[in-house]
């Protein structure tokens, strides 16, 4: 059974930083693209960054570019997300999802395969 578990969320003031971990069980995704999105209420679900199996590609959603930094670990089969200077408007639920893509970098939703249960991130003013 394949799972993935999120970590890292919490409550933090705008400026600070938090560290999502994406634990993956079941398989390997070590030659999987692997994806963080997040959900606010009433918003659809957007990608908030991904990386290619190797890590040697990531793509990021413009707003978090230069305060996000998304990495992987493939010997723990974990993918992680820093992230520094925190706004409110970050403020949602974080989901770590995988695909099966392997040299595909998938933008959307419907490129991921796997996900998590999602963690919340709250950021306050």
């Known amino acids: 059974q394949v799972q993935l578990v999120e970590s890292g969320g919490g409550l933090v003031q705008a400026g600070g930083s938090l560290r999502l971990s994406c634990a993956a069980s079941?398989?390997?995704?070590?030659?999987?693209?692997m994806g963080w999105f997040r959900q606010a209420p009433g918003e659809e679900r957007e990608l908030v960054a991904a990386i290619n199996w190797s890590g040697g590609r990531t793509n990021y959603v413009d707003s978090v570019k230069g305060r996000f930094t998304i990495s992987r670990d493939n010997a723990k089969n974990t993918v992680y997300l820093q992230m520094n200077s925190l706004k409110p408007e970050d403020t949602a639920v974080y989901y770590c999802?995988?695909?099966?893509?392997?040299?595909?970098?998938?933008?959307?939703?419907?490129?991921?395969?796997?996900w998590g249960q999602g963690t919340q991130v709250t950021v306050s003013s």
């Open positions: 079941g398989r390997t995704f070590s030659n999987s693209a």
């Open positions: 999802a995988a695909s099966l893509a392997t040299f595909r970098l998938p933008s959307d939703v419907h490129g991921y395969d796997y």
